[in-house]
Structures are given as C-alpha cells and as structure tokens.
C-alpha cells in the first residue's frame, strides 16, 4: 500500500499569508494525487486533482504543484474562510490513501 | 446541483450488521463510479469501498474486506454499503463520495461527497 505523509502537521498564519503544505508520497504516484480542503462539522471539498488542476469554483489563490513523490499546495494570500483541515488523497492505486492532514488556523 | 444523502447509520453492538445507503440526485448516477469513505471521531479520512458504473469492478481497503459489501442500483440511483461483523474500530462518520470517472480503476477522485452519516459501535 502507499503511504502519504504531510508537513506540517499543523500551522498557524495571518490573513494574507502565503501558505505552503507540503505531501509526499512513499512511493512514484506521478501525478495522481489530490488536495481536499475540510472544515469542522463539514464534508470535505476537492480543491486540486492530478496534481496540479484546479477543481472548478475554486479560488485561484490555490495551487498545487510536484509529480513522483513530492507534492505541494500552495494558498497565496490566505483568507478567512480558508482557515480548515487541508488533507491530500494519492489516486494512483486502489486503496487510495489519504494523508494525516495539515491543520491551518489562525495566528 | 449534485446531493448526494446518505442514511442508515446508528449505535449498533460489536459483530452486529448496518447497512448504509446514499441517494443520489443531479447528475447520471449510472456513468460514474461511488465510494464510500469514512472519519473516525477526531481523526483522519480513510477510503473504505469503490464502485464502478456498472458494479463491474469493486475494491475494498483491506481493514474492512470480507465484511463489507458495497452495491448500487442505478435504476435508484442509491449506492448501499452492507456492513457485517462490526468492531468498535469502524465507528465513523461514513461517507458517500461521487467519482468524476466510471472506472474504480481509473477512479478515485471524490469531486463531490455527502454530509455523512455517523456509525457507532459499542456495546
């Protein structure tokens, strides 16, 4: 099975901030990995697939970038309603393994 | 607009049975695949089952096979997840997740999901 890590496993930012998480992968998923976005009480929302395509609705401040095994989201100006849970999801092999989570909250 | 509902859930004793359903509305049911995918309590998301279009391929994640079933009617546009000798360990919100491919293969990219619906088990 592949296993996902994430770094940070939390962090705290200002409105405003450029955020970065960074996955890796313990093995090559070229470029099927996924970034998904939950808040409390809520189901998650896909923000990012293959890697690196923006979902549609999603705000442009987020990217998403790496193939192999290393991978980043990238929120270039964080806002408010971005403060949440952000998860990454490899889709290269059944059983499709999600990441520990990165917990964004405010500073 | 795509709502995906799913129900079935509750407190249930160790090595009793569920089953979880999910209603589908706002989009083809039949051309895509269905997962369902689970949060323990304060923890992370764990993908538990897949389904193709046709239910002609199906995949499990090895801590729930051969006690779960997942199946759909595409005729009911409701995906069904038959949960068989329950452990304390599967208590979870479940959740219903649509795939944006037809192939489980191919799959797993959950684009839109449910609300979820909370399992218990304990005695």
């Known amino acids: 099975d592949i296993q996902m890590t994430q770094s940070p496993s939390s962090l705290s930012a200002s409105v405003g901030d450029r955020v970065t998480i960074t996955c890796r992968a313990s093995?090559?998923?070229?470029?099927?990995l996924n970034w998904y976005q939950q808040k409390p009480g809520k189901a998650p929302k896909l923000l990012i697939y293959?890697?690196?395509s923006l979902q549609s609705g999603v705000p442009s401040r987020f990217s998403g970038s790496g193939s192999g095994t290393d991978f980043t989201l990238t929120i270039s100006s964080l806002q408010p309603e971005d403060f949440a849970t952000y998860y990454c999801?490899?889709?290269?092999?059944?059983?499709?393994?999600f990441g520990p989570g990165t917990k964004v909250d405010i500073k | 607009e795509v709502q995906l509902v799913e129900s079935g859930g509750g407190l249930v004793q160790p090595g009793r049975s569920l089953r979880l359903s999910c209603a589908a509305s706002g989009f083809t049911f039949d051309d895509y695949a269905m997962h369902w995918v689970r949060q323990a309590p304060g923890k992370g998301l764990e993908w538990v089952s897949g389904i193709s279009w046709n239910s002609g391929s199906i995949g499990y994640a090895d801590s729930v096979k051969g006690r779960f079933t997942i199946s759909r009617d595409n005729a009911k546009n409701s995906l069904y997840l038959q949960m068989n000798s329950l452990r304390a360990e599967d208590t979870a919100l479940y959740y219903c997740?649509?795939?944006?491919?037809?192939?489980?293969?191919?799959?797993?990219?959950?684009?839109?999901w449910g609300q979820g619906t909370l399992v218990t088990v304990s005695s």
């Open positions: 997740a649509k795939d944006p491919n037809p192939e489980v293969a191919a799959a797993g990219t959950f684009d839109y």
């Open positions: 999801q490899q889709s290269y092999s059944t059983f499709f393994s």
């Open positions: 093995q090559s998923i070229s470029s099927y």
């Open positions: 293959a890697a690196s």
